[in-house]
DNA sequence: TGGCTGACTTTCG
DNA sequence: ACGAAAGCCAGCC
């Protein structure tokens, strides 16, 4: 496609699987492109319109809901995730480190 | 063409 | 330990 970057970005969040979750940072290193991290985020935003790019479950590196206020409405972004069995409080992934989920490793 | 923006990340103070 | 600033890359005006 034209626009390699949210395709590719698209493609990573797609094969996220439930109950997990990634950070902008580690997409952004999958892709090779550590520094755009905020592109990522920025990709979400289109990828926001497509049903298939579960953007909920890309967190930022701590593990917090940074971009919950993007959804509509942002508790959803919430819900989606303890439905998944994952568990936030304060809009934070609670056990991260167990449900994190590293495109480097898993689609290395 | 040039410059701003951005759902991040890292480092200095 | 907390706060603020810089760095990075790619899309959009």
Do not use: C
């Amino acid at each position: 496609m034209n626009s390699n970057f949210f395709e590719d970005v698209y493609e990573v969040v797609k094969l996220i699987p439930a109950g997990r979750w990634t950070s902008y940072g580690a997409i952004a290193n999958y892709l090779g492109t550590r520094g755009s991290a905020r592109m990522v985020g920025w990709a979400m935003n289109s990828a926001h319109g497509l049903q298939d790019v579960p953007a909920h479950r890309v967190l930022n590196r701590s593990g917090i809901l940074t971009g919950k206020h993007h959804f509509v409405p942002p508790e959803s972004m919430q819900e989606s995730l303890e439905n998944e069995g994952l568990k936030v409080i304060n809009d934070k992934i609670v056990n991260g480190s167990e449900s994190y989920w590293n495109p480097n490793v898993e689609l290395m």
